[in-house]
C-alpha cells in the first residue's frame, strides 16, 4: 500500500553528491554521517553482501538517535583482483590503487539500505569498469589535481576521473555511489512512491 511520506528522514552519509543527488527530490532531510570501522569487515563476503553489510551498519548506528525516522545510508566499494580497495591512507597509496587498476578491468558495487519500523531493506548494484593504460605521470597529475583520499580505490568518477576512464560496462550513476532506482525499490517496499516526490530542482 503507497502511504504517504510523513516522517523525518535522515541521510546517513556526509557525500556532497549523495547530497545534492537526494536533493533532487521534494522532501527535506537531514545529514547525520557515521563512521564504521570497516577493517573489522569480513573480506571474504563476496561484494554484494560485503557491501549491503557496511550500508545497513551505517544505518544501523543511527537508530537510537533518529528513532520514528526513515534512515537512508549507502556504501560504495572497488572490488579488484580479489581485493576491496578502501579509501586510501595517503596520496602514495592512492596511486598504488591507480597503477594496479591501469589497462584493467575493476568492479564498483554500491548498495542502499533504507531502515524504518525496526526494519531494514538493502539492495545493490555492480558496474563494471575499465581503466585506460597510465602513466606515473597522468596518475600523479591526477592525484595532485583532485582528491582522492576520501573515494574508495582512489579516484571518484564526478571528480575528473572521467580521463582516466576507457569504459563502464553498467550504470555511471552506480560509480558515483547513490543509484536512485535502488533507493526507488527500497522506497516501494516501504509504502511510498518516490516519483511522487521529483523536483524540477536543478545544479
Known amino acids: 500500500m503507497i502511504k504517504?511520506?510523513?516522517?523525518?528522514i535522515i541521510l546517513a552519509s556526509s557525500s556532497p553528491r549523495r547530497k545534492e543527488i537526494l536533493s533532487l527530490f521534494d522532501f527535506p532531510f537531514?545529514?547525520?554521517?557515521?563512521?564504521?570501522?570497516?577493517s573489522k569487515m569480513d573480506i571474504t563476503l563476496c561484494p554484494e553482501e560485503y557491501t549491503k553489510n557496511l550500508a545497513k551498519l551505517k544505518g544501523k548506528a543511527l537508530i537510537?538517535?533518529?528513532?520514528?525516522?526513515?534512515?537512508?545510508?549507502?556504501?560504495?566499494?572497488?572490488?579488484?583482483?580479489?581485493?576491496?580497495?578502501?579509501?586510501?591512507?595517503?596520496?602514495?597509496?592512492?596511486?598504488?590503487?591507480?597503477?594496479?587498476?591501469?589497462?584493467?578491468?575493476?568492479?564498483?558495487?554500491t548498495a542502499i539500505a533504507v531502515h524504518d519500523n525496526g526494519l531494514c531493506y538493502a539492495e545493490y548494484e555492480e558496474t563494471k569498469v575499465t581503466m585506460r593504460d597510465l602513466t606515473q605521470d597522468q596518475i600523479q597529475s591526477y592525484?595532485?589535481?583532485?582528491?582522492?583520499?576520501?573515494?574508495?580505490?582512489?579516484?571518484?568518477?564526478?571528480?575528473?576521473?572521467?580521463?582516466?576512464?576507457?569504459?563502464?560496462?553498467?550504470?555511471?550513476?552506480?560509480?558515483?555511489?547513490?543509484?536512485?532506482?535502488?533507493?526507488?525499490?527500497?522506497?516501494?517496499?516501504i509504502g511510498i512512491n518516490?516519483?511522487?516526490?521529483?523536483?524540477?530542482?536543478?545544479?
Open 4 to 8: 504517504t511520506l510523513n516522517k523525518s
Open 64 to 109: 537510537t538517535k533518529h528513532q520514528d525516522c526513515i534512515i537512508i545510508s549507502a556504501d560504495t566499494i572497488v572490488y579488484h583482483q580479489g581485493k576491496y580497495l578502501s579509501k586510501p591512507k595517503d596520496l602514495a597509496e592512492a596511486a598504488s590503487m591507480l597503477q594496479s587498476m591501469s589497462g584493467k578491468t575493476h568492479t564498483v558495487g
Open 143 to 189: 592525484i595532485s589535481t583532485f582528491k582522492p583520499l576520501d573515494k574508495a580505490g582512489g579516484y571518484g568518477i564526478q571528480d575528473g576521473a572521467g580521463i582516466l576512464i576507457e569504459k563502464i560496462e553498467g550504470n555511471f550513476h552506480n560509480v558515483v555511489g547513490f543509484e536512485v532506482k535502488l533507493l526507488e525499490k527500497l522506497f516501494i517496499k
Open 194 to 203: 518516490l516519483w511522487h516526490h521529483l523536483s524540477n530542482k536543478t545544479f
Open 30 to 38: 537531514t545529514i547525520d554521517g557515521t563512521g564504521i570501522d570497516e
